[in-house]
C-alpha cells in the first residue's frame, strides 16, 4: 500500500490557519481545534502521571523503601493514578480523536452543541489545576478510589482538592457525552442510517451513555465524601449507623463502567484499522455494534467485582460473579469478530495496524485475566496483589493507550495533513509492546505468588520481577517519548499526506487533509455500507451534485 | 417544536405543594412512626421529586423522548438501588467461619 502521495499538496485554507492568535484557539467553537487542545492537555496530564510511574518503578527497583519515605510512596502512587485514570484514559480517545472525527464520519459541520465542548475543556482544565494544585501542596495518599472511612475521617492529605478536581472534571465528561449523543442522533448526513455509521461512532454512541448515566453517581459520592469531611454526618461511618461499604457501592457504580469508557471507544479506533489494513468489511458488522452497547449495559452491573473481600454480601457477590462472566460474552464477540475480518484479509502492517495488532493480543490477556478475577475464590486470593494491578493495566493500558496511539497514526496526517517517519513509528510500537509485557507481565507472576500492591517494601525473593518490570517500564518509557519527537518533527519536515494517504473508505478520507473549519462544501450523502472495500464503489457523494441517494 | 407554556397558577400550586410537604417532612421528623420512618420521608421525597421533574422540568408537556429519556434515568437509579438493597438485606444471612 501506498503511505503517502508525493504529488500531494497542503490545502491553502484548513482548519489551522483560519485565525492566528492564542485567543483564536482558546475561544473556539470547532470540533477540531478543541480535539487539539485536548491532545495538548492530556499529553501533559500523561508526562505528569508518567513520571510518578517511574517514581513508582524506581522505588521498587531494591526490597527496601530507599528511595521515597512510605507516606511518599503512598501520594505518588494515587497522583500516578488520580491523573492516569481521570485525565488520560477517560478523556484520551473520545476527547480527542473523538472529538476530531465523530462530526466528519458522520458527515456534520461540528457537533450539536459546540459552545458546551469548548466548556468541556475548560472544565477538563479546570479539573487537572485544582488536582494540580492538590498535587503541589503535598498530595494526596487515599488511592485513586478514595475509599472511605480513610478518605472521608482519617486521611490528612488534600483530599479536598482533587475530590473537587475530579468532580469538575466529571462535568467535561458528562457534556462531552450529551454533545455526541445528541450529534449522532441528530446530524447525521442524508443516507447515513445507524447500521452505515463506522463503528468507531458506535463505541462512541455506547461510551456517551455511560458517561452521561454514571458519571453523576461518582460526583454524588464524592461530593458526599467531601460533606463527610467538613460536617461529619455519618454517611459512611459505621460508629453513626453510616456504611462504608456504601461508599464503595457508589464509587464503582460508576468507575467499573468507566473501564468500558476506557475501552469501548478504542474499541471502535481497531474495528476502523482493521478494517482500513485487512481491506476488508468488519466482520459481522452489525453484531460488533450491538456488543458495544451490550457491554454498556452489562457492565453496569457487575461492580460488585471490586468489593468481594470489602464485607459485601456472599449472595450479592456470586450475582456479581456472574454478570462478571457474562459482560466477557460482547468482548470476546469483538475480538472473533476482528480475527475473523483480518482472515484471508489483504493485510499490511503500517504503523497504525502494529498497534491494532498489538492491542488484540494485550486486550485478550487483559480480558481473560477478568474472568479469572471475576471467579470468586480466585479473586479473594489475589486481591489487592500485583495481579490485579497487572490485570487492569493491560485492559486500561493495553486497550486505551495502546489504541490510542494506533488511531493517532492512523488520523495524524488528516489532523495535520504530514506523514511522519515510517521507521520510527513501526521501531515506537515494537518497543510499546515489547516493554509494555515486560512491565506487566511479570507483576502477573509476582502478584500470583503473594506481593500485595500499594507497599514501598517488599520481600527480596520477589526482587527478580520487580527489576523486571522496571526495566520493562524504562523501555515503555523510550516508546511513548519517540511519538512525542518525530510527531513534532513532522509537523514541518513530513511528507505532505494528501487527503486519502491509506486508501480507505470513510467520509473523513474524501476531504482534504488538513480539513477546512466547515468540514465539508456542501451536504455529503452516504449511499452504501460503511467498510466497502470488496467492491470498491463509491459510496459518498456530496448533495446536488449526486442524484441517487439511498 | 411548539412549546408548551403552563399558567402562573400551576407554577404557584407546585411551589406550594413543595413547600407543604417541606413543612411534613420537619414535621414527621419528630413523631417516631417506627419501620415506616424511612417510607414516610422517602415517599415524601419521591413525590416532591415528582412534582419538580414534571412542572418545573416541563417533562409533564414534552416530547415522548424526553420522557423515555427520564424514565431510563430512573430505571439506572433504579438498578443502583437494587443491587446495593441486594447486598445489604443478605449480608450476614450466611454466617462468618469462626463465629
Redesign the interface.
Known sequence: METTLPTAELPERHYLNQGQGIASWLLTKDHKRIAIMYLLGVTFFFLLGGIMAMLIRLELLTPQGDLLEPDTYNRVFTMHGVFMVFFVLLPVVPAILGNFLIPIMIGAKDLAFPKINLLSWYLYMIGGGLTMYAMVRGGVDTGWTFYTPFSSTYSNTHVMATAIGVFINGFSGILTGVNFIVTIHRMRAPGLTWFRLPLFVWGHYATSLIQV?GTP?VAIAIALVGLERLFHLGIFDASRGG?P??FQ??FW?YSHPAVYIMVLPPMGVISELVAAFSRKPVFGYRIVAYSSIGIAVLG??V??HH?FVS??????SV??SVLTMLVAIPSAIKVFNWSSTLYRGSVSYETPMLYALAFLGLFLIGGLTGVMLATLGFDVYVHDTYFVVAHFHYVMVGGAIVSFLGGLHYWWPKMFGRMYPVFWSKLSALLVFVGFNLTFFPQFIVGYLGMPRRYWQYPAEFQVWNVLSTAGASVLAIGFLLPGCYLLWSLKYGKVAGPNPWGALGLEWTIPSPPPTENFDGVPVVKGEPYDYQTGEEIFGILGKEAHVV | MSVHVSPLRVYVGVFLALMVLTAITVGVAFVDLGPLNNVVALGIAVTKATLVVLFFMHVAHSSRLIKLSVVSSIFWLFLLFVFILADDLTRGLLGVAGK
Open positions: 448515566l453517581v456504611d461499604v456504601l457501592h457508589l457504580f453496569f452491573l461492580w460488585g468489593m464485607g459485601q454480601s456472599v449472595y450479592a450475582v456479581f
